[in-house]
């Protein structure tokens, strides 16, 4: 079942189109994560879909509501947690807390809540005074008391420091073991790659992929590479028993560096330097990442519009 | 109705946390009149109109107060809570973020009547203060004077880009009003181009207005001032509703 249904979005700012003729759907109980540079136009997705802002054409459809026409409704339903969004000076977690508990009809217990989130000896702390990443927590758990079936995430690791992000990590796959859709967005492609069953990949408001990390990676379609250091000089050996495997062979000093795309290259290597009795070590396989995908598609898109903006 | 008098006694205790803005509503209004009741005394007064000075103050007091909250507090929190998106957090949750606007606006009147009734019950107590007037009336001449300040207030949240505006244009207009409408000095005992500046000044409509039914006069009195309050409310209010952007 389709939770989120995004058909055709057009956002359109004055003379910039934010967001170009998108389409996706997130399944339910997944977690969909939009990627892309500053300014690709994942804020203004996710606030057309969560009906915080009026779209100009396509149809967007959550939880089977009309997020312009039964956005009160909606609103009961969904948990949010909107970019850069701040509190009231000298407010408490505990008053906080209260604010939103009082906003449903069925909320959840937020001591609960805090505990769970191991915050529950901040109950009395300014919320100004916790750090970056309990705030981001903080806004995890307003987002929860509805006790929503979706969760709206706009970049909440954004500015975290790398222990509190993984920790946020695994609050959002707890997410999903409860049960529950998560769409988010972000910068990280190591987040996206670790949490996300889906990804769509933005660039100036299109979508230029959409698929699973596997799915996105093939797509990019980047060779694998191999690299050892040696003292000897192998180029002529690797290129003429392995030449039809491998694209490229760059040698650096002592720095040997193989493209392919395939896999085997590194057991036919390795049979081969035995054989030819050469000395090497520091064997090394990268797989492309995520982020090699990413860099090459957005980079690609840039290239083919041909104005680069940075 | 029980979640918005829950907001509302929230952005209470929130706004009790504002040292400035407690400052300036509570305890400046009677430091001055301390200050300037000691000096002058109450003593009726030829000077006065044959009335004691802090009977002629008192009411420019209470005008003062009005616009510590209206021109300072009501729009500067206004601002702060747009700019941090708290209202736009909450336009995403079963409340609209019009509950917080009406529950600032709740907030900041009582204030403001608190403030007041401090003020009135010191000069009572130290300058046996005195009330010439009809208290309906006087509550009714209140209520306008607060109508229109607090619309020029909203009207600066709804103009301002971001906070660092509404503060600057805050201040511009709250300093002249405070020390040139007679709201804090009588206008008597100012120079003769000052109280041409002060006809260009809303409040000085409203400072006139109280202290003449405060001293006994009677709403019918003053229907220029009357008309010009609620025409600023009309318009600063209108334009508001006009401009006002929640995000």
Redesign the interface.
């Known amino acids: 079942m389709n939770i989120i249904v995004v058909e055709n979005l057009v956002k359109k700012y004055k003379s910039l189109t934010a967001v170009n003729q998108i389409s996706f759907s997130v399944k339910a109980g997944s977690i969909f994560g939009l990627l892309g540079p500053n300014g690709a136009g994942k804020t203004t997705t996710v606030e057309c879909i969560i009906g915080l802002m009026k779209f100009d054409e396509g149809f967007v459809e959550i939880l089977s509501l009309n997020p312009i026409t039964d956005n009160k409704k909606l609103y009961k339903e969904i948990g949010v947690q909107l970019q850069e969004t701040s509190y009231q000076d000298k407010i408490k977690v505990k008053e906080l807390c209260e604010l939103f508990t009082i906003m449903y009809e069925k909320p959840l217990d937020y001591h609960r809540l805090l505990e769970q989130f191991g915050l529950i000896d901040k109950t009395n702390t300014n919320v100004n005074q916790l750090s970056g990443g309990e705030r981001q927590k903080i806004a995890i758990i307003l987002a929860l008391i509805a006790n929503p079936q979706v969760i709206i995430l706009d970049e909440l690791t954004t500015g975290l420091d790398p222990k509190s992000r993984r920790e946020m990590w695994e609050c959002i796959k707890n997410l999903k073991r409860e049960g529950r859709t998560v769409f988010m967005t972000t910068h990280y492609m190591e987040e996206a790659a670790y949490l996300c069953d889906q990804i769509g990949i933005m660039n100036k408001g299109k979508l230029i992929a959409i698929d699973s990390v596997e799915g996105i990676i093939d797509k990019a379609d980047i060779d694998i590479t191999i690299s050892f250091e040696t003292e000897d000089d192998v180029f002529h050996i690797i290129k003429d028993e392995l030449n039809k495997k491998i694209n490229k062979i760059e040698i650096n000093n002592t720095k040997v560096k193989i493209y392919t795309k395939s896999e085997d290259v590194l057991t036919d290597l390795i049979i081969l330097l035995r054989d030819k009795k050469i000395n090497y070590r520091k064997i090394d396989i990268k797989r492309p990442t995520l982020e090699d995908a990413y860099l090459k598609l957005v980079g690609k898109e840039k290239e083919t519009e041909g104005n680069a903006t940075v | 109705m029980?979640?918005f008098k829950?907001?509302t006694i929230?952005e209470w205790?929130?706004l009790t946390?504002?040292f400035i803005t407690i400052f300036f509503a509570l305890i400046f209004p009677v430091m001055m009149l301390l200050l300037f009741g000691s000096i002058y005394g109450n003593e009726p007064n030829e000077f006065m109109n044959g009335y004691g000075t802090v009977d002629v103050s008192t009411p420019g007091y209470i005008n003062m107060i009005v616009a510590v909250t209206g021109l300072m507090s009501l729009p500067l929190t206004l601002a702060?809570?747009r700019e941090?998106?708290?209202l736009?957090?909450f336009?995403?949750?079963?409340?609209h973020p019009m509950d917080i606007l009406l529950s600032q606006i709740i907030v900041n009147v009582m204030l403001t009547l608190i403030g007041l009734i401090m003020l009135i019950i010191v000069g009572i107590i130290v300058f046996d203060l005195k009330f010439y007037g009809n208290f309906f009336e006087a509550l009714l001449a209140f209520i306008i004077i607060m109508l229109s300040i607090f619309s020029i207030g909203l009207f600066i949240t709804a103009i301002s880009k971001n906070t660092r505006m509404a503060n600057a244009i805050s201040y511009i207009i709250y300093f002249p009003m405070l020390f040139l409408s007679g709201a804090t000095m009588p206008l008597e005992l100012m120079p003769q181009t000052i109280r041409i500046i002060s006809k260009a000044l809303p409040m000085t409509y409203g400072v006139e207005l109280f202290k003449g039914i405060w001293l006994g006069d009677h709403l019918i009195d003053f229907s220029l001032e009357l008309l010009l309050l609620g025409g600023i409310t009309l318009l600063f209010g209108g334009l508001s509703i006009k401009l006002f952007k929640w995000?």
Do not use: D, G, N, W
Request: hydrophobic content about 35%.
């Open positions: 029980r979640r829950k907001i929230l205790k929130l946390r504002e702060q809570y941090r998106k708290i736009k957090r336009m995403a949750s079963p409340i995000v």
